[in-house]
């Protein structure tokens, strides 16, 4: 079936720095998507993206959807303490129908101040 | 407007018991998924419902089941508890059936068997 991996599994990274999660499918992705989940908290959207190479960004977010969009990324630069959690990427199963999500095993992000 | 409520918030149950998790998706929401997160993991999908109609099922035993109402709210149903069932059980809503439609999630349910 399909498999999504996140690199790397955990980073720690102080202020101010720039962090960089990186997504790899097993199969080519229609789109994927991003979701935040802070500690104790749900999954919150971020982003969707769907054209091959493309590229959005939000604040001190930038995301990257490869070209043969099999693969994504997420930079955040100057990391706050705000931007603590586990970032996933999520893309569609197969089926030409349905919203079923194949997620990452995420990235948690821990900043010390 | 109000997001996705799941209830109950915490749940402990003890081995062969069954549980039934409900869920009320944003309004207007007419597509509810279902997912189980074991710590650690991230979230796998067990379930997709649309229009009170089974359009997605996970790699789940049969021991889940699901339905749909009227009102579009549902229930996650899990009979013969097993220890491995203990995780975080996310409910989503959508307003369409289309993967392009992007996944609103409650605050999920504790699920602890003992």
């Known amino acids: 079936g399909q498999q999504v991996m996140q690199i790397p599994q955990y980073q720690h990274v102080q202020e101010g720095e720039d962090f960089t999660t990186y997504c790899n499918s097993s199969?080519?992705?229609?789109?994927i998507q991003w979701y935040k989940q802070r500690p104790g908290g749900h999954p919150v959207f971020l982003i969707q993206?769907?054209?091959?190479?493309e590229v959005k960004k939000q604040k001190r977010l930038t995301f990257q959807f490869g070209e043969a969009k099999k693969n994504s990324s997420l930079h955040i630069t100057a990391t706050q303490t705000t931007d603590v959690g586990t970032y996933f990427c999520?893309?569609?199963?197969?089926?030409?129908?349905?919203?079923?999500?194949?997620f990452g095993e995420g990235t948690q992000l821990t900043v010390n101040p | 407007d109000a997001g996705v409520t799941q209830s109950p918030t915490h749940l402990i149950k003890t081995r062969g018991q069954h549980v039934t998790l409900r869920c009320s998706p944003i309004?207007?929401?007419?597509?509810v998924s279902w997912y189980q997160q074991v710590l650690g993991q991230g979230p796998q999908f067990i379930f997709q419902y649309y229009e009170k109609e089974e359009r997605g099922r996970g790699n789940f035993p049969d021991r889940f089941s699901a339905r749909q109402f009227p009102n579009y709210s549902s229930e996650l149903n899990v009979n013969a508890l097993l220890l491995g069932d203990s995780a975080l059980y996310l409910c989503?809503?959508?307003?369409?059936?289309?993967?392009?439609?992007?996944?609103?999630f409650g605050n999920g349910t504790r699920l602890t068997v003992t």
């Open positions: 309004s207007g929401h007419k597509s």
């Open positions: 199969t080519t992705l229609s789109n």
């Open positions: 993206l769907v054209k091959s190479g």
């Open positions: 989503a809503s959508s307003l369409g059936l289309s993967y392009n439609s992007p996944l609103h």
């Open positions: 999520a893309g569609p199963g197969r089926e030409t129908s349905g919203s079923r999500l194949t």
